[in-house]
Nanobody, 113 residues
Framework: QVQLVESGGGLVQPGGSLRLSCVVS????????MGWYRQAPGKQRELVVQ???????NYADSVKGRFTMSRDNAKNTVYLQMNTLIIEDTAIYYC???????WGQGAQVTVSS
């Protein structure tokens, strides 16, 4: 059974940074397509970034150059480093395992002055 547990959300001022973590169990992240999605109030869930087995990453245009997804195979964890945050980044962020469609519980990120 695949399980994803996110952490690292919080409140940050515009221009600040946060790092989200997603600890994965039940599969090896090195053999998986993993992604980060987000859902803002009143909006549909959208892809932020996805990393393929070979390491190729696909970023949403809105976060290119500001967000970085990485993978630690030894810790079986994926990360989302978010820099230069803007108010429009406010959302619940979800970790996703593509092959099984498994979602984490979500981490709230609020960007506000």
């Amino acid at each position: 059974q695949v399980q994803l547990v996110e952490s690292g959300g919080g409140l940050v001022q515009p221009g600040g940074s946060l790092r989200l973590s997603c600890v994965v169990s039940g599969i090896f992240v090195r053999f998986a397509t993993m992604g980060w999605y987000r859902q803002a109030p009143g909006k549909q869930r959208e892809l932020v970034v996805q990393i393929a087995v070979g390491g190729y990453t696909n970023y949403a245009d809105s976060v290119k150059g500001r967000f970085t997804m990485s993978r630690d195979n030894a810790k079986n964890t994926v990360y989302l480093q978010m820099n230069t945050l803007i108010i429009e980044d406010t959302a619940i962020y979800y970790c996703n395992h593509h092959e099984t469609g498994t979602w984490g519980q979500g981490a709230q990120v609020t960007v506000s002055s």
